[in-house]
């Protein structure tokens, strides 16, 4: 299951400043997850690929999942290993700087119930976080 969002840069930023921004692991960490309890770094290089464990908090309650981040030329590849009760889910980003935009594309993976809930969450919550993440762009 696909879904895209995005947010358009604004005119007083330059898409170096995006990428910078984009390429920070904590400060993408702390974007993606606005209810973080903690994390820890796990693996990897944080300047290239890392991979931590975050724990933070859903209305379901407190939930612990692996988040790889792959820094890439344009842009940012995330990826959630999640295991909830009712399952695997997988959801992968790629997060670019393409035409004065930051462009999210989003593949879900797990079973339907979850891809759902899944699917509304990244569109109810990325665009926030779009926002959230050009804001902090401008004071790195």
């Not at 604004?10 to 984009?22: E, F, G, K, R, T």
């Not at 770094?41 to 690929?49: K, L, N, V, W, Y």
């Not at 891809?115 to 401008?138: C, F, R, S």
């Amino acid at each position: 299951m696909a879904t895209n969002v995005s947010t358009p840069i604004p005119s007083s930023m330059d898409a170096y400043q995006v990428l910078a921004a984009l390429h920070n692991h904590e400060l993408m960490i702390k974007t993606l997850c606005p209810a973080l309890i903690s994390y820890n770094f796990e693996s990897g290089d944080p300047s290239t690929q890392a991979t931590y464990s975050i724990t933070d908090k859903k209305p379901i309650g407190q939930t612990t999942y692996k988040l790889t981040l792959t820094n890439v030329h344009d842009g940012v590849d995330s990826l959630v290993n999640a295991k909830p009760p009712v399952g695997i889910l997988t959801i992968a980003g790629k997060w670019r700087v393409k035409n004065g935009q930051l462009v999210e594309d989003v593949e879900i993976d797990g079973n339907f119930m979850m891809k759902k809930m899944a699917k509304g969450n990244v569109e109810k919550t990325h665009p926030q976080q779009h926002t959230l993440l050009l804001e902090q762009a401008t004071k790195a």
